[in-house]
């Protein structure tokens, strides 16, 4: 494990507030319990309680290891392996506070040294936007994939366009059609002869809805990605849009995750 030789009262403050978001009460004392933490910090609420807490194990151990330890029990891959979406969001908001002391929690359980960001206020600044923006937003991990540097960067305008991009890629690759857009859509969808199917097209409500998301596949594309190539950054006034358009591709990606190869294309 990467460990950082310290970090701010901020940063376990920040970091506490985030975990405080996944666990329950009794989560934060079984874990405790488990990892023979006491918890002597006399706080109710649960982010104080880990806040005090792991500032006292750092003042004592002159390290965060026990709170990077902590983070790691909370955040083990294998309890998210049909959450893959809540484990990212959790993943990636975390480390945007590590970040700034050289460290990061990849997608393996494990934690690594990176080069530190600069500043604190630059870090302040990135987090404090990107929680507001997406808290309580279910983002799927293929969204997170290809437009993660530019949330942190809150380059919203070029997040949507790559996670739009991401979309179609993703598509190509489930069913090896090499076409882009509506013709992708068209190909892959097609209602009599689907390469990928999202249900079974047995009923009329099933083909209904099969059909119902293509169209929304081909609105993705010709409403949001098309528009932002051709469009100049500094006119465009998407900010405010683009949690709503990251959650739209998050859903197109979660119905693409039980779609199956009909061997009919």
Known sequence: MAVALKLTDMQIEDVSK???????GSDISRHFAD?????????????R?????????????GTPSKFLEFIQRLLEPSRYVNRQDVFEEARQT??????????????????YAITAAETIDEAHKRVNSLTAKFRGRRLHSEVW????????????????????KGLAQR?????????????????????????????SLQTETEQSEHKGFANL????FGAVRNPLAH???????????AADYLTLLSLMHRKLDDAVKTGLG
Not at 231 to 241: R, T
């Open 171 to 199: 598509i190509r690759d489930l069913s090896g059609v090499e076409e882009d857009g509506a013709n992708l859509v068209d190909k892959v969808f097609a209602i009599n002869h689907p390469i990928l199917a999202i249900n």
């Open 49 to 61: 309680r880990l806040c005090s807490t792991f500032k006292q194990y750092q003042q004592i151990d």
């Open 145 to 164: 994939k290809y437009c993660r540097a530019e949330l942190l960067q809150e380059n919203y305008f070029h997040a949507v366009f790559e996670a739009t």
């Open 94 to 111: 975390i480390n945007a506070h590590l970040a700034f002391a050289g460290i990061e929690y990849r997608q393996d359980g494990k934690f």
């Open 231 to 241: 469009q100049p950054k500094i006119l465009w006034e998407g900010e405010d849009d």
């Open 217 to 220: 596949l081909r609105g993705c």
């Open 18 to 24: 985030i975990l405080g978001e996944y666990l329950s």
């Open 35 to 47: 990892m023979g933490i006491g918890d002597t910090s006399g706080e109710s609420t649960k982010w």
